[in-house]
């Protein structure tokens, strides 16, 4: 089957080479002559584990294409998805010029049946939208069929996710769209994925409420941990222990310094805009959102005390900057309020972070980056951890210590034990928990 994926971004590029890889004769388009040329010498512009082969590979046994040139690739598709970005207006709703633009080049070229799929995060009303597009294009003399097929791709994970999904969700009241979705998914059939075929809006839904939902989850915890501190509770402890509820579950309940990157803070906000456009008021996302912007702040305030009040002339070490780990995205990464918090506040940085120093150094002009993380630690009077990269989980302790100025490590994801890094020597300041401080005759050793 031909598939065409317009739009050769983060969500497109997976999407495109894994139905290739699902044996699909897929083409990509971008307007952006530069990515194209790349991609087609199989150069990923984006850093994401395993892309880069899957491209490579499909590219070699010619099932994946890349083009800027749209017309011949919408005549041969029997299936053409919508890949394109949705940036956040200024009130929170997504922009959708980019989707009305694709939905045009389909009504004026279309040449016979398509199924027309949305894979980017669209408000509900979407799918409509879409078809009063095209059917006004092309009047009564090609059928089409507009689908909702969502994407649940997490950065850093995100062609496991797509080969191994949790569900695939299908948004479809025409049978013979669906049929061809499903002959599209047949690899995951066969794999006994959950499909759930349901309405188009239904579909638009889910999207925005799993994503509302999961920040719901990670502001929760957020708050809790800030409790924790205040009561001399663990969140650890706590955490596990509603965990273990199977109606609770426990991911999302890691404490963290406020989530970020291209999905969460823009599809809640989202989801709070088309509320309102539909004279409601989302109260509990408006919180999510307050307490999520409040926590990013906090973080900075924590860090100021564990340097007893004043970072003025101190230089800190800072551990991760993008977002989440196994990616190089830094859209609204708690990195930026809290770098830009500490420098406001007259603190030297060095920083270091696996995948996103090319885009650090265009944020900040004022910030050292090191080599790596000892690196990063030298002459520091400690180091702050803000993303949980695992290189950052076993950090020989010792060797820090030899090479800090002050033996303080704040870390904003909990990745250690308190007792195995005050047994070092150091003082340990987290999350929710106690802060660990070293007996004195580990500090005189």
Known sequence: ????????????????????????????????????AALQRS??????PGLRSIVFENTQAGRLHFSTDLVPAIHAAQAI??????????????????????????????????????KSTVPIGTGRMIETIVRSGTGKKYDFSVVSNPEFLREGSAISDFLRPDRVVIGSTDE???????????????????????????????????????????????????????????????????????????????PGPGFGGSCFP????????????HDMTFQIMEAVLKVNEATKERMVDKVLAAFDGSIKGKTIGILGLSFKPETDDMRESPALKIVD????????????????????????????????????????????????????????????????????????????????????????????RKTALPHPEEVST
């Not at 983060?10 to 890889?21: I, R």
């Not at 150069?43 to 994401?48: F, K, V």
């Not at 702050?384 to 950090?395: M, P, S």
């Not at 870390?411 to 150091?426: M, Q």
Request: charged share 25%; aromatic share 8%.
């Open 81 to 118: 998805f919508i890949a394109v970005g949705t940036p956040s207006r200024e009130d929170g709703s997504a922009n959708l010029s980019f989707v009305r633009d694709v939905a045009q080049s389909i009504a004026d070229h279309i040449n016979g049946y398509k199924v027309i799929v949305t």
């Open 266 to 277: 823009k599809d809640s906000r989202a989801i709070v805009q088309i509320a309102s456009d």
């Open 341 to 432: 918090g500490l420098l406001a506040r007259g603190a030297h940085i060095r920083a270091y972070d696996p995948a996103a120093m090319n885009e650090c150094r265009h944020i900040w002009s004022d910030v050292v980056f090191g080599s790596d993380a000892y690196d990063t630690a030298i002459g520091a009077d400690g180091l702050v951890i803000i993303t949980e990269w695992n290189e950052f989980r076993a950090l020989e302790l010792d060797r820090l210590a030899g090479i800090l100025r002050t033996p303080l490590i704040v870390d904003l994801r909990n990745i250690y034990e308190p007792e195995k890094v005050r047994s070092a020597g150091f003082r340990y300041v987290s999350l929710g």
């Open 176 to 254: 013979r769209a669906t049929g061809i979705m499903l002959d599209i998914y047949s690899p995951l059939q066969r794999a006994r994925v959950p499909f759930v075929l349901t309405t188009v809006e239904s579909a638009e839904l889910i999207k925005y409420a799993s994503n509302a939902f999961l920040a719901t989850k990670i502001s929760f915890i957020n708050e809790v941990a800030d409790l924790c501190e205040r009561v001399g509770a663990d969140v650890e402890v706590v955490a596990r222990g509603m965990g273990l509820d199977k109606r609770v579950g426990a991911k999302f309940l890691h």
């Open 43 to 48: 150069e990923i512009p984006i850093y994401e």
């Open 1 to 36: 089957m031909n598939v065409c994926v317009v739009g050769s971004g983060y969500v497109g590029l997976v999407t495109g080479a894994c139905l290739a890889d699902f044996g699909m004769q897929v083409t990509c388009i971008d307007k952006d002559e530069a990515k194209i």
